[in-house]
Nanobody, 125 residues
Framework: QVQLVESGGGLVQAGGSLRLSCAVSGGTFSRNAMGWFRQAPGKDRECVAAISWSGDSTYYTDAVQGRFTISRDNAKNTVYLQMNSLKPEDTAVYYC??????????????????WGQGTQVTVSS
């Protein structure tokens, strides 16, 4: 059974940093694309970052470009999201997702078939 377990969320002041981790078990993690999504109250879930199976290709939404970094350690079956210079508008529940049928990165929610439970990130002003 595939499981994705996120950790690293919390409360931080504006300008601070957090590092999210997502550990994957029960699947062939190293062969597939991964993504980080977020959902703020009253808003749609959006892709903030995505990474190919090898880590060679990455994507960032414009709002986080230059502040967030996605990476993966295939030996540890873990994907990370380093978040720097956090802003109040980054406040949301963050989800990691695994696209078990894709090797290249994608920002499409429908391409991801396994999701973590979500971790709350709150940035105070």
């Amino acid at each position: 059974q595939v499981q994705l377990v996120e950790s690293g969320g919390g409360l931080v002041q504006a300008g601070g940093s957090l590092r999210l981790s997502c550990a994957v078990s029960g699947g062939t993690f190293s062969r597939n694309a991964m993504g980080w999504f977020r959902q703020a109250p009253g808003k749609d879930r959006e892709c903030v970052a995505a990474i190919s199976w090898s880590g060679d290709s990455t994507y960032y939404t414009d709002a986080v470009q230059g502040r967030f970094t996605i990476s993966r350690d295939n030996a540890k079956n873990t994907v990370y999201l380093q978040m720097n210079s956090l802003k109040p508008e980054d406040t949301a529940v963050y989800y990691c997702a695994w696209a078990s049928f894709r090797r290249t990165l994608t920002t499409s929610r429908g391409a991801y078939d396994y999701w973590g439970q979500g971790t709350q990130v709150t940035v105070s002003s």
